[in-house]
């Protein structure tokens, strides 16, 4: 086992390895930048290292920087959290190099996850269900035609040379799609100076569900369940929970056979998450893996009772698996709220500043996994997300309602927060019943201006 | 985000955040001193918790100076342009 681990990550996550260091009797050495001299993880850590400037550039994301300050302090691992270098194959590789273990996924696997064309072959390769697109352009409307026929309506015509969102045309028939193809051949032509279309199919009414795995170095595959993160806004999670109120036992299982299909087909390593979209319907397709420990973990943690932290630390020195999915004694359900400094009220723009006021939930079936603390000020250079609300309980809506009695309680005056928007949500019909699709969240927010031409 | 006092118009910081006066490190400046702008022209870029808005011109006019410093943090009201109105 390590002695001693760095974690090149700040905020809540640095705490939350810090906590399984501790626990595991591993020494911790926190790094930091310049603004961040007063953050939570460094009071924590056995050791800390100033990294770099600010920008995190020059200091989270500085490979050389972290690397010295691991040999420095005779780190013999490195756990990176989520974001930053948590997924970039070059600092897995220099790792390696400087002897210096990785807690994550292989360089190779970084590599095949990063790209999404090669991966998707792989998978299909597998076995794994993909969304259904064309091989490659579509150059004449007949040869548009025969395609969609064989994948069926609703398709998707996309601009190869497009992306955010931007070309895309949803054709319900094919009626819609003779009258559709001329016209976003050229508006791609103009938009891009490339009239290259392909056809993809469209997943109606989507919900966002994905399997935590666990591999050992011998190459065994478990997956612990799914999440449910179908609620997003602009492709950012949430509300997380387990299990997913849209899947059946049979569901479940052929996901996670898919799933740890997945995970096989790559010889994944490590901790991991493959993400599906699943149709009104029950049909589901791969979208990715996530080579990492992600955000919304903790929700697999209280209804699994495993520590996913621990269990990748405990896999990267060596150990392996001896249990899998039936053996867990899956129980109860659990709900995140991810609870960002924004301003309901100002189109949920960031709202730095300090906490004049800090009063933090407790009780019953409540985790908080925040690096907040009473006059804590927030850096303006790093992203909004001040703290992790998790409520636990037998029964989802038990869950719920212990997610607003501790909404109710959290207190961090006087930043603005996305508190109140998740108050609503708990409140929600469809909510309630577990009814909903990514596009949920529209409800609750003010209709979005493209040009935000509205503010002066 | 503006106040006017006669023909010079003082451009301020909505909130706290890092300035930019680039769409991209290796882009020219959005204006300099002397550039004609025109109302809701961008004139430089904010970013506060890893979210871009856009610092636009409150009406149309000529930028006379350009006060905030170039990938400096700046706090909610903080000078940032100084302009002339047409």
């Known amino acids: ?456 | 985000m503006a106040e006017t006092s006669g023909k010079r118009i003082e451009v301020r910081a909505a909130m706290s955040g890092v300035f930019y006066r680039k769409p991209a490190p290796e882009e020219p400046a959005y204006v300099e001193v002397g550039t004609v702008v025109k109302k809701k022209q961008i004139l430089a870029l904010l970013e506060t918790m890893k979210v871009f808005q856009k610092i636009k011109s409150p009406a149309n006019g000529k930028v006379v100076e350009i006060v905030a410093e170039e990938e400096t943090p700046l706090k909610d009201g903080d000078l940032i342009f100084i302009l002339e109105a047409e």
């Open chain 1, 1 to 456: 086992m390590f002695k001693k681990i760095l974690i090149a990550n700040r905020g809540e996550i640095a705490v939350r390895i810090i906590r399984a260091c501790r626990e595991s009797g591993i020494k911790s050495v926190a790094v930091y930048s310049e603004a961040d001299e007063t953050s939570l993880h460094l009071k924590m850590a056995d050791e800390k290292v100033c990294i770099g400037p600010p920008v995190s550039a020059k200091s989270y994301l500085n490979m050389e920087s972290i690397i010295k300050a691991a040999k420095e302090t005779c780190a013999d691992a490195i756990h990176p959290g989520y974001g930053y270098l948590a997924e970039v194959e070059e600092f897995a590789k220099m790792c390696d190099e400087q002897g210096i273990v990785f807690i994550g996924p292989t360089p190779h696997n970084l590599s095949l996850a990063g790209d999404k064309i090669a991966g998707k072959k792989i998978m299909e390769e597998a076995g794994v269900p993909v969304i259904p697109s064309s091989p490659g352009g579509v150059g004449s409307i007949d040869e548009a035609k025969s395609f969609c026929n064989e994948i069926g309506y609703p398709v998707m015509i996309k601009a190869s040379g497009g992306g955010g969102g931007r070309g895309i045309r949803v054709c319900q028939n094919e009626e819609d799609l003779l009258e559709e193809f001329p016209v976003a051949k050229m508006e791609a032509r103009a938009a891009f100076g490339n009239d290259e279309l392909y056809i993809e199919k469209f997943i109606t009414q989507p919900r966002h569900i994905e399997f935590q795995i666990l591999a050992d170095k011998s190459g065994k595959v478990i997956h612990l369940g799914e999440r449910e993160c179908t609620i997003q806004r602009r492709y950012q999670k949430l509300i997380e929970e387990a299990p997913s109120p849209g899947l059946t036992p049979a569901l479940r299982k052929a996901m996670g056979d898919a799933a740890i299909k997945a995970a096989e087909a790559i010889q994944y390593f490590n901790a991991g998450t493959v993400e599906f979209l699943l149709d009104k319907d029950g049909k589901f397709y791969f979208i990715e893996i996530n080579s990492r420990i992600q955000v919304e973990h903790p929700v697999t943690e209280l209804t699994t009772g495993i520590d996913l932290v621990k269990e990748q630390i405990r896999l990267s020195s060596g150990e392996t698996l001896d249990y899998s999915f039936d053996d867990l004694n899956i129980k109860g359900w659990a709900i995140e709220c991810r609870i960002n400094a924004e301003d309901p009220e100002k189109n949920f723009l960031p709202s730095p500043g300090t906490v004049e006021e800090y009063h933090p939930p407790g009780g019953f079936g409540v985790r908080l996994d925040t690096h907040l603390y009473q006059g804590y000020e927030l850096p303006i250079y790093y992203d909004s997300l001040i703290a992790k609300l998790i409520s636990y309980d037998t029964t989802r809506n038990g869950a719920i309602s212990v997610m607003k009695r501790a909404l109710e309680e959290f207190r961090v005056y006087p930043l603005k927060t996305t508190i109140p928007l998740y108050l609503q949500v708990m409140d929600d019909p469809h909510f309630i019943e577990g009814k909903f699709d990514t596009s949920f969240i529209e409800k609750f927010l003010p209709e979005e201006d493209e040009d935000d031409d509205d503010d002066d």
